[in-house]
């Protein structure tokens, strides 16, 4: 199938930058597109940003100007540069891609890695 791996998470103060990256490996045949959810505890799993292969950003209103999420189409990877870290970022963040695979034929599906946990705190 499809495996994503998360990484870059961890402690930062508030007001300080991650960086986090995410790599879709398996029987790939295309990704459409790529993008991070997180959640924090208590609350429901939210978009944070979504980007499509070919480019086209999608940001949740609450991250916009603070973070930046790009793609690397070759190496199936996708990251999210994140400044300007406040407390209410703390949540573990997920990664997301809807991936044309193989399995026999070509199926679309989406698949999500186990998350990366982001702590914002001083």
């Known amino acids: 199938q499809v495996q994503l791996v998360e990484s870059g998470g961890g402690l930062v103060q508030p007001g300080g930058s991650l960086r986090l990256s995410c790599a879709a490996s398996?029987?790939?045949?295309?990704?459409?597109?790529m993008g991070w959810y997180r959640q924090a505890p208590g609350k429901e799993r939210e978009l944070v940003a979504t980007i499509t292969s070919g480019g086209a950003i999608n940001y949740a209103d609450s991250v916009k100007g603070r973070f930046t999420i790009s793609i690397d189409n070759a190496k199936n990877t996708v990251y999210l540069q994140m400044n300007s870290l406040k407390p209410e970022d703390t949540a573990v963040y997920y990664c997301n891609a809807g991936v044309l695979y193989y399995t026999g034929g070509i199926k679309s599906d989406d698949f999500w890695g186990k998350g990366t946990l982001v702590t914002v705190s001083s």
């Open positions: 398996g029987r790939i045949f295309s990704i459409n597109a």
